[in-house]
């Protein structure tokens, strides 16, 4: 049998590990730091179901493989929509609804269907779509005599908004370009596993348990250093994990977060990577976002078409907020019902504010949600529960959320497929392989894209082996 650790127990892993199994002939260990499985899929029990910690939806339906291969694992179409929604300002006044509906209609028009503009314009995506809404702006009759204040608050919030879908800092760290070439799965975009959590998915890639991978699976076991010898065409790999076992195979696939690979490349592998992947890792983009879902006894929010607040913020209040140590609410981008459950808001909060948001403790957390649903409301809102918040970017197994497709990656001409080359030693075998969402080359970001490519590294291996016989 031919051995192959995998690091990482996440889509990647489990999915490359599904394949070497099904293919045959192949001894694995997977090695996972967390005390679970998963990785960045996270479903915590609420209520009698559960939410979703990690990925929520299934972006897409044409050539997305949980579309394509898991139908009958029971996901369906949410109601979730980021038009349609319900403003509402920092000083309590009435806003045009209608008005700021067609505002956002305008721009995600512009997000979804300018792909051939954007792969010639020489600028941040940010820059772009502000330019083209600007334009679009001033050619409308009507819209053309909106209040430039009102449109000074949109702007800062859909830019809120849309850095919280790049897992960005700004929109302007997002390339125009790169974010035309990697188009988005057709079809309809928020497809979820309803109580049943995105953890669904594991049971199907593991045949409902009748794929043992979880036997093959370590837990607790962090992976410190990776030993690999490219000269000899006999020498093991040798991977150490933080208890000092060592575990030796003739295969690595790394699978662990782009944040992960760009703090620690130059401990984990020894020696250190080629030049070329080290650019890769320090040049493509690793982001975060946030979470938090709040219980409350009794929905405060106005009926049943209600789905999501989001919020422009006047000075007065933004002052009032820093004043009070609460900054990390400017992140907040926008506060969501979840269909399935009718006592629950899920907040979204991204960019630089996300690590302010994780080292708030819950009790400061709730204090200034309340502060500041009075402000946007101009009333009490009765106190909440929170029913789970994340941390994916002080965890040192994540260090942040998924990738964006960088202003700094166009520059340095890097991409996906550079993270994902494999090294290969001195008899062309490939020794360490490299998986997970960042190295897919259609879907980076994606939990689709991590599936495709753990299914690509495992592909490397049979077809490697293939060649051989
Ligand atoms: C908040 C959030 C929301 C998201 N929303 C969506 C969504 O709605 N739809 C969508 O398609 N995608 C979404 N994603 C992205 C999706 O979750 C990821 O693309 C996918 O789960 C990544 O899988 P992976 O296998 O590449 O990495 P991971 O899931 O990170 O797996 C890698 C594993 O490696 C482990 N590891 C790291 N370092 C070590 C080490 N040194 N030793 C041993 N183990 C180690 C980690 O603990 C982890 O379990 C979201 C992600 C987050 C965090």
């Not at 020489?122 to 430039?148: A, H, M, S, Y």
Request: proline share 3%; glycine share 8%; no cysteine.
């Amino acid at each position: 049998e031919k051995s192959v650790i995998i690091v990482g127990a996440g889509l990647s892993g489990f999915s490359a590990a599904a394949k070497l199994m099904e293919k045959g002939g192949y001894d694995i260990t997977i090695l996972e730091a967390e005390g679970q499985i998963g990785g960045r899929i996270k479903s915590i029990s609420y209520q009698d179901g559960s939410i979703d910690m990690g990925a929520q939806w299934i972006h897409g339906e044409v050539d997305n493989i949980i579309y394509q291969t898991a139908k009958n694992f029971g996901f369906g179409k949410t109601n979730f929509d980021t038009i349609d929604q319900t403003f509402v300002r920092s000083d309590g006044a009435a806003l045009d609804q209608n008005l700021l509906n067609k505002l956002s209609k305008m721009i995600y028009e512009i997000v979804e269907h300018s792909d051939s503009e954007m792969r010639s314009y020489n600028g941040p995506f940010g820059n772009f779509v502000w330019e083209k809404f600007l334009k679009e702006l001033n050619e409308d009759e009507i819209l053309v005599n909106t209040d430039p204040k009102l449109i000074e608050l949109f702007k800062n919030h859909i830019e809120r908004e849309l850095i919280g879908h790049h897992a960005s800092n700004s929109w302007n760290d997002v390339s125009a370009v790169l974010n035309s070439n990697f188009a988005d799965a057709s079809g309809f975009q928020h497809w979820n596993w309803k109580k049943a959590g995105f953890f669904t998915y594991f049971n199907y890639i593991t045949k409902n348990g009748g794929l043992n991978i979880k036997s093959k699976t370590q837990l607790n076991k962090k992976v410190t250093n990776i030993k690999y010898d490219l000269s000899s065409p006999t020498e093991k790999v040798i991977v150490r994990t933080a208890d000092g076992k060592n575990y030796s195979a003739e295969h690595v696939i790394f699978t662990g977060s782009l944040g992960v690979l760009k703090k620690f490349h130059s401990i984990l592998f020894i020696p250190n990577l080629p030049q070329d992947k080290i650019t890769a890792i320090e040049k493509n983009a690793f982001g975060a976002i946030a979470k938090v879902f709040l219980h409350f006894e009794q929905p405060f929010w106005p009926n049943e078409d209600f789905i999501s607040y989001s919020f422009l913020w006047n000075d007065a209040q933004r002052d009032e907020a820093k004043a009070n140590g609460r900054e990390w609410l400017f992140g907040v981008a926008a506060f969501f019902i979840v269909d399935q459950y009718p006592n629950l808001l899920e907040g979204f909060i991204g960019g630089e504010k996300v690590k302010d948001f994780e080292n708030t403790n819950d009790e400061k957390l709730i204090d200034d949600i309340m502060w500041f649903f009075e402000k946007f409301l101009g009333k009490t809102i009765p106190k909440p529960t929170i029913a789970g918040r994340t941390k994916w970017l002080t965890n040192e197994n994540f260090l942040g959320t998924y990738t964006y497709l960088s202003m700094e990656a166009e520059k340095a001409k890097v991409g996906p497929d550079d993270l994902e080359k494999s090294l290969y030693n001195s008899d062309d075998k490939p020794v360490i392989l490299f998986a997970g969402e960042a190295t897919d080359f259609n879907y980076p970001s994606f939990a689709h894209g991590a599936i495709t490519s753990g299914n690509r590294a495992a592909d490397v291996l049979i077809k490697y082996y293939d060649s051989l016989n």
